[in-house]
């Protein structure tokens, strides 16, 4: 019958489908024991039983009513719905091979050709018989198809319960079943002898060794072991049937036995035949790659002499390809011809070794396997980074079949390798797992061989280790934790290891955002201080940001510190708790200063009318420290101003606050007239105030003054418009003079009088004549105090002088001249004590010089003389007629235009002397005069009258001029002589004066009768 599979389908429906045990035909022999045994499978070949029923898409399960079976069909298998019968004891199509017999029933299942998308499954219970309890006879049973050319394929297993004794397989199509205990038995028991039904019982069974790991062992030995009493009478009939073992022979390097030497060398079951014995291979393991065990050969002996042959991949003396044949004699050791590795085929070979003697054969094998493949190296952990101390392993495969035989590493850099044979030329063989090195970068090189000689690549992996975890310090932050607008925070910090920092803004290491700046991210030496620096804009809005400083170790592990900064860009705002205003009593005023971020850091605050300050650093410039609520002083005008600092260093608007407390008095505090540095003396007793004055020439000053609590003063009599500093003041020429009377109010209502007095400071001799005497004098009227103390300074230095009082307002001083051949003025400088103040009387007096003689180019006048009178006779004493003088001097007089330059004097004095030298000389200032008379339009003409008093009868008088403001003299009598500017043009000679030519005054009667 002709039967198609599809890959689709897992269950192949067929015309008979049937599945079932088999077992082996029976000789006729032990007739009673065959029977027991089938009639445990077969039962009653009438007894056919059917089952039925409809299966869907959702799948179903068909059991047999006794339970003997069942038939499961899963979900999804079908995609409508059928009609699914299942007949037992039915014939299969299929002859059952002549060793096989049944031993179950034979099942058969509709409709046919129903394909299932999803495997299904039988479940069949089977009988143990006498079969040891999941002994090899159990553990063998199997499934079986039946094929239309009565051979048989094996099925699926799924599971064997060998404690239920049920056996489940995967049901593709359905055929007989068989095990492989039935036929153990069969030979063992010398049921089945025919050479070839043996051969292939031997061939099952080495089958079944070979899975050893299937059924829970540790090698073919220990399941052999296991089952020694099975298999023991088993491989003494194979001996006995066909003179040799090919069970023990398919395992040469096993230990059946258990007693330490390989099956090849102690076999369990001496063969009939010609023992083979294989001592020795020179390489087992061969490949053809260059550098590799590229042949090899084996020596072998045979117990018996007769001929051999040596088979390539043969399954016994009779198959394969024959590659070495001769004549061997018994017990003498044979070498095989060298066997290349390309003359073999890849994997595992099998060189039977054949010997036949007296007609017997007996075999031994040689098993060489060819590797071509290149071992390969399995590294755990790969290489990487890591936080702690890695152990290697390095673990080797072979997927040739030859093994591996060394592995080497190295860790320097240079490269491992291997000479012939895996002997190590450079390297470190590899026994156990190693650890790597800490807080460095490792890279090793690997290198493996196998068996064979196959030598694989070198594989690198690169370790970078560091277990430290970096430790960072911050050293300082500057300016402070607290930072304003336009500040830079910078942190000194460092790391006791190097490695990459990062500065950030955020909530760890591991987060957070790098930071905008200097010096925040790079690289950093262990110990070696860092400065970041950081603009305050970097932290964006204000409020307490975190800033950790992160420093990666070498495998990225961060490690850090961190610190808490407060960004401030607001000032703070103060307020006080008593507004400005006017108040009885004195208040408690109590300032409250407040900041949003940084909280604040101090107030300071003045109340002398001053703003307080901060520097830079937030020290004090002005002010002092508000430490707690104010109590105002009493009876007081006060001017509060604050001033707060918060800990980033913003400073608030100032807070001024205005207080008028309890009653206040006003009062002038100083009374001035600057522009002749008269200071005024208060008395608050008396509420007067002294002013002394020098030279005071015009009626009216200017009045400069300072007042404490007074808001308005008043001067009585005039229109109420304040009287303010700057305002002009009357200054009286009399001693004590009241010159003014003003009235203080202060912010309370309470006013004040002020009277204020005037007196004169004078010098007299305020001009005196160098050379006329080694010592001068000058006399000081003034209200001074008891110990005054005068000082005379000039251009030339200071003249000291010696002072004595004479009354109450008059110093007598006397001091020497300073020489000098210009003249000079002197200022007069009077120290009294307190309560006067100092005075300096400018220009008080001068020291003049003549400059008859000295010539035009030295300051002499050219030209000058009395015009008119030449002399003047009077009845009595007192002022003369006008007295006409005329001078010239080039550039600087003129007939009709008068020049300030030029100033000039009409003098008298005792007949006969000398006023160049004399102090008894007095004078009288000379007025311009325009006159018709004046011949000459380049010369001035000055007038002037002088006095004669009672007593004298006699005087005489002089002209003199000056052009430097009276320092120097040129002195004039009554003929000019020596001057011929009328005669020679601008010819200027010195000109010639006598005391002799001077002008004379005669007073018929000095006495007069009053």
């Not at 979900?75 to 299942?86: E, M, P, Q, R, W």
């Not at 009565?150 to 095990?179: C, P, R, W």
């Not at 039904?197 to 061939?203: C, E, K, P, R, Y």
């Not at 087992?284 to 550098?291: A, K, T, W």
Request: proline share 6%.
């Amino acid at each position: 019958m002709n039967r198609k599979l599809s890959l689709l389908l897992l269950l192949g429906v067929f015309s008979f489908n049937c599945v079932g045990f088999l077992l082996p035909n029976k000789e006729q022999k032990d007739s009673s024991f065959l029977q027991s045994f089938l009639g445990l499978f077969w039962g009653n070949p009438n007894q056919v039983r059917t089952v039925s029923a409809e299966v869907g898409p959702a799948g179903g399960t068909l059991q047999a009513s006794d339970g003997s079976f069942s038939f499961q069909i899963p979900a999804g298998a079908l995609s409508d719905t059928k009609v699914i019968t299942i007949s037992r004891e039915v014939s299969p199509n299929g002859s059952i091979p002549a060793e096989f017999g049944s031993a179950t029933p034979v099942f058969k299942f509709e409709p046919e050709g129903l394909h299932f998308f999803k495997p299904a499954s039988l479940t069949v219970t089977y009988n143990q018989g006498n079969s040891a309890e999941a002994g090899i006879e159990e553990r063998s049973i199997g499934m079986y198809y039946i094929k239309d050319d009565s051979t048989l394929e094996k099925m699926k297993k799924v599971s064997v319960d060998y404690s239920s004794n049920t056996i489940q397989v995967e049901v593709v199509h359905f055929s007989f079943g068989a095990g492989l205990n039935i036929q153990i038995w069969l030979v063992s028991s010398g049921i089945m002898t025919n050479p070839t039904s043996v051969s292939n019982v031997a061939d099952r069974v080495i089958d079944e060794l070979a899975n050893y790991a299937d059924y829970g062992y540790a090698s073919v030995s220990e399941y052999y072991q296991a089952n020694a009493g099975v298999l023991g009478p088993l491989l003494n009939q194979l001996v006995s049937i066909l003179g040799t073992d090919p069970i023990t022979a398919a395992f040469p390097n096993a230990d059946f036995d258990g007693d330490g030497a390989p099956n090849f060398e102690d076999p369990m079951v001496p063969s009939l035949g010609p023992v083979i014995t294989v001592s020795s291979i020179s390489f087992p393991y061969i490949s053809v790659n260059s550098g590799s065990n590229n042949s090899t050969d084996f020596t072998w002996r045979s117990s018996r002499t007769g001929t051999y042959t040596i088979r390539k991949n043969a399954s016994d003396c009779n198959s394969g390809s024959i590659v070495f044949s001769g004549n061997v004699t018994a017990n003498v050791n044979q070498t095989s011809a060298s066997i290349s590795a390309s003359s073999i085929n890849l994997g595992t070979n099998a060189l039977r070794i054949c010997v036949t003697s007296a007609g017997v054969t007996g075999f031994g094998v040689a098993t060489i396997t060819r590797d071509d493949t290149a071992p390969g190296v399995t590294v755990l952990p790969s290489g990487g980074s890591y936080g702690t101390i890695q152990s290697v392993a390095l673990n080797c495969s072979d997927t040739g079949g030859a093994g591996c035989a060394n592995v080497i590493y190295t860790s320097n850099g240079s490269t491992p390798s291997f000479g012939s044979n895996c002997a190590i030329t450079n390297g470190t063989l590899y026994s156990s797992s190693f650890a790597t090195p800490n807080q460095t970068t490792t890279t090793y090189k690997i290198k493996s061989c196998d068996h064979a000689g196959n030598q694989s690549i070198v594989l690198s992996e690169t370790y970078t280790v560091d277990t430290i975890i970096p430790t960072v310090t911050i050293n300082s932050v500057l300016p402070s934790t607290y930072l304003k607008s336009g500040q830079t925070a910078t942190i000194s910090w460092k790391s006791d290891k190097a490695g990459n920092y990062e500065v950030k803004l955020g909530s760890s290491c591991a987060t957070g955002t790098v930071l905008t700046g200097t010096n925040v991210s790079g690289a950093t030496s262990a110990n070696v201080s860092i400065t970041s620096e950081i603009p305050v804009a970097s932290f964006g809005s204000e409020g307490t940001k975190t800033v950790f400083v992160c420093v990666s170790n070498m495998v990225g592990t961060k490690g850090g510190t961190s610190i808490g900064l407060t960004v401030d860009l607001s000032n703070p705002t103060i307020s006080a708790s008593i507004n400005s205003g006017i108040y009885s009593t004195p208040q408690t005023l109590t300032i409250t200063c407040t900041d949003l971020h940084s909280g604040c850091h101090e107030i300071i605050y003045t109340n002398n009318g001053t703003s307080p300050s901060f520097d830079a650093s937030g020290s004090i410039v002005n002010g002092q420290l508000y430490t707690g609520s104010i109590i105002t002083p009493n009876n007081l005008v006060l001017e509060y101003r604050f001033l707060a600092r918060d800990h980033a260093g913003n400073v608030s608007s100032e807070l001024i606050r205005n207080y008028t407390i309890g009653q206040l008095i006003p009062k002038f505090t100083s009374f001035e007239i600057p522009e002749y540095g008269a200071k005024g003396v208060i008395d608050e007793v008396n509420k007067t105030i002294h002013i002394a004055v020098y030279k005071a020439i015009a009626p009216d000053s200017t009045a400069t003054f300072t007042t404490e609590n007074a808001v308005s003063i008043i001067h009585p009599g005039h229109s109420p418009i304040p009287f303010v500093s700057g305002d002009p003041i009357h200054l009286g020429q009399n001693e004590n003079e009241l010159v003014k009377e003003l009235i203080l109010t202060s912010p309370t209502g309470t006013t004040v009088n002020y009277k204020i007095y005037t007196f004169p400071i004078t010098v007299g001799r305020y001009e005196y004549i160098l050379g006329s005497s080694p010592t001068s004098e000058l006399y000081i009227k003034a209200l001074f105090s008891s110990n005054p103390q005068v000082n005379i300074v000039t251009s030339q230095g200071s003249a000291p002088t010696t002072c004595a009082r004479l009354d109450q307002y008059t110093l007598n001083c006397t001091f020497t001249p300073i020489s000098s051949s210009n003249g000079y003025f002197m200022d007069v400088v009077v120290t009294n004590d307190a309560p006067y103040h100092n005075f300096t009387l400018v220009k008080a007096a001068k020291m003049t010089v003549t400059k008859n003689g000295a010539g035009e180019a030295n300051g002499e006048i050219p030209y000058c003389l009395i015009q008119h009178p030449l002399s003047i006779t009077q009845p009595v004493p007192g002022e003369t007629e006008m007295i006409y003088a005329r001078v010239y001097y080039p550039g600087l007089t003129s007939r009709t235009v008068e020049n300030p330059a030029v100033t000039g004097q009409i003098g008298i004095g005792p007949i006969g002397t000398d006023p160049r030298t004399s102090l008894q000389w007095t004078y009288s200032s000379a007025q311009y005069n325009i006159s018709e008379f004046n011949d000459n339009p380049n010369n001035a003409e000055y007038m002037a009258k002088v006095r004669t008093y009672r007593g004298t009868a006699s005087y005489s008088y002089v002209a003199r001029f000056s052009v430097n403001g009276g320092l120097n003299y040129t002195y004039c009598d009554t003929d000019g002589s020596g001057s011929d500017f009328l005669l020679s043009g601008d010819s200027y000679p010195n000109l010639e004066y006598s005391v002799n030519k001077l002008g004379v005054i005669n007073v018929t009667n000095p006495n007069p009768p009053f």
